[in-house]
């Protein structure tokens, strides 16, 4: 958990991510992201909130696969985590992540900001062969999500963005605080569209 998330290209709240990423000429995926897509980001760069598009996951140290989430919690420790949690956090603009019930039922659940089009997590970037990756930050689950799953993604606020990207002070603080409302809603399989 995050295993997927939803980004829409179109939405009017993204359009100046969108931009900046086409003028750029990046690939990166609208619609459902998986892991190992290219998706936009938000990086700091001399002092500023830039757009990129990078790919979700670490590339596994173990063996096939990728590294999706990181641990919140121990981050800070973790070897493959810890000096991109000082010096190289991004923030994940998403309309919303997917969670599987855990019931038996497996039932699809997409959470969204309660009073806003855009839902930003809170993640982490590193270079791997000269491509950026990224990592979702994953916390214990609130009220909203604790019958569907134990962990959810760290949720930032709009107000937060700048401060996780650019002020070291600011991050213990919005990993260790309560998460903005979510809203819950069943889904159906959503296609996925890259973006060239």
């Avoid at 969670?99 to 997590?121: I, V």
Wanted: net charge negative.
């Amino acid at each position: 958990m995050c295993g997927r998330y939803q980004f829409d290209a179109d939405a009017p709240a993204f359009g100046e991510i969108v931009r900046g990423l086409r003028e750029a000429g990046g690939a990166f995926c609208s619609g459902e992201v998986f892991p190992t897509d290219r998706a936009p980001v938000l990086l700091a760069q001399d002092g500023a909130v830039r757009p990129a598009a990078f790919v979700w996951g670490f590339p596994n140290p173990h063996g096939k696969g990728a590294v999706i989430n990181a641990r919140a919690e121990t981050a800070g420790m973790r070897p493959m985590f810890r000096e991109a949690l000082r010096i190289r956090r991004c923030a994940v603009p998403t309309s919303g992540f997917y969670e599987w019930s855990h019931d038996g039922s497996r039932r699809k659940y997409r959470f969204r900001a309660a009073h806003a089009d855009s839902l930003y997590l809170a993640g982490l970037y590193q270079y791997f062969d000269g491509a950026g990756h990224f990592v979702v930050l994953t916390t214990a689950a609130d009220a909203s999500m604790q019958d569907v799953h134990d962990r959810m993604p760290v949720v930032l606020r709009q107000a937060e963005i700048r401060p996780w990207l650019l002020d070291n002070d600011s991050v213990f603080p919005i990993l260790e605080r309560e998460h903005p409302a979510l809203t819950r809603e069943a889904q159906q399989e959503d296609a996925e569209i890259c973006l060239w």
